[in-house]
């Protein structure tokens, strides 16, 4: 099924699915998707050891987040992926759906922030993994990361007449202080870096026997150095994230986080970026959005089998 355009007709917001058994096959498979987010994203802050960021062992470069916080964030924003990913099922005219989920995207943080008291935890996570899930419920039947990714990125590109013109987050302001995409520019464009750097790499460390974790810190990795990372530009500057490049490229050269020389190189980055007081947050949320596309990868390859 193609995407709808935004010429469509305007006048129906939603279109009722066929009896029943949709009705129960759309509850089912949202709610899994909504799930399969919240494992995503505890699975990213779980992983360890990242440099700069929250996770298991650790609060990073971080005062205000640790593991437990962000895991309580997860869960609480388990409805606001499951009711984006409705309203992919519901919602068939694009410019409509873009503000539905808009909508529910910010529902969504403020329900966030009531149960982290005012800390932002996933913010940049709404967004990216929103969108994701939205198109991931949009085509059933394709769950392909590439396809999805696309589907996200034709969805990102609408406007929303009611989200605010600005919006006074740091990351918005470091996508005008230093002229790059941030998360906007990165959903827009089809979330490159998840399609052609996280995905592959995790695909690559797997073949060659690494140990899971060690796949994930290298996809991680792989975002890392090359993505201009708005959490970092917003609290260190361009030679923070120079540094933060360079030092994820250097823990690949040396056979990533499997090898015994790439976890020394991965040990000094995290004490640099800790350092710094500087956490490529954006880096995160794209490895969380890796894990999710991974998550529906294996699951539709489940279905084919079966």
Not at 113 to 123: C, K, P, Q, S
Not at 147 to 174: M, N, Y
Not at 281 to 297: K, N
């Amino acid at each position: 099924m193609a995407l709808a355009t935004d010429r469509e007709p305007q006048t129906e917001t939603t279109a009722p699915l066929a009896g029943r058994p949709a009705e129960r096959f759309a509850e089912r498979f949202t709610e899994r998707l909504g799930a399969h987010v919240t494992a995503a994203l505890i699975d990213e802050v779980t992983l360890a050891p990242k440099p700069g960021l929250v996770d298991l062992r650790s609060r990073g470069a971080h005062h205000d987040l640790d593991w437990q916080l962000m895991c309580v964030s997860a869960h609480a924003l388990t409805p606001t992926f499951t009711d984006m990913a409705r309203s992919g099922i519901d919602t068939r005219p694009m410019l409509a759906l873009r503000e539905r989920i808009g909508a529910q995207g910010r529902e969504g943080e403020a329900r966030m922030l009531a149960a982290t008291r005012g800390v932002n935890t996933h913010r940049g996570a709404i967004w990216a993994l929103g969108l994701l899930v939205t198109a991931a419920a949009r085509e059933p039947a394709d769950l392909s990361p590439k396809q999805v990714a696309a589907r996200a990125g034709a969805i990102a590109r609408l406007p929303d007449r009611h989200a605010p013109a600005l919006t006074g987050h740091k990351g918005e302001q470091a996508c005008v202080d230093y002229n790059v995409g941030g998360a906007r520019g990165q959903a827009q464009a089809g979330f490159p870096h998840v399609i052609e750097m996280a995905l592959p790499e995790l695909a690559r460390s797997r073949l060659r026997g690494d140990s899971e974790t060690a796949a994930r810190l290298n996809a991680l990795l792989a975002v890392m150095a090359s993505l201009d990372d708005t959490c970092v530009l917003a609290r260190g500057g361009r030679s923070a994230l120079a540094e933060t490049q360079n030092g994820a490229r250097r823990v690949l050269e040396h056979g990533g986080a499997a090898t015994l020389a790439g976890r020394r190189h991965l040990k000094a980055l995290d004490g640099r970026l800790v350092e710094l007081h500087v956490s490529p947050g954006g880096a995160a949320d794209l490895l969380a959005a890796a894990l999710f596309l991974d998550r529906l990868q294996d699951q539709a390859r489940h279905t084919t089998r079966i």
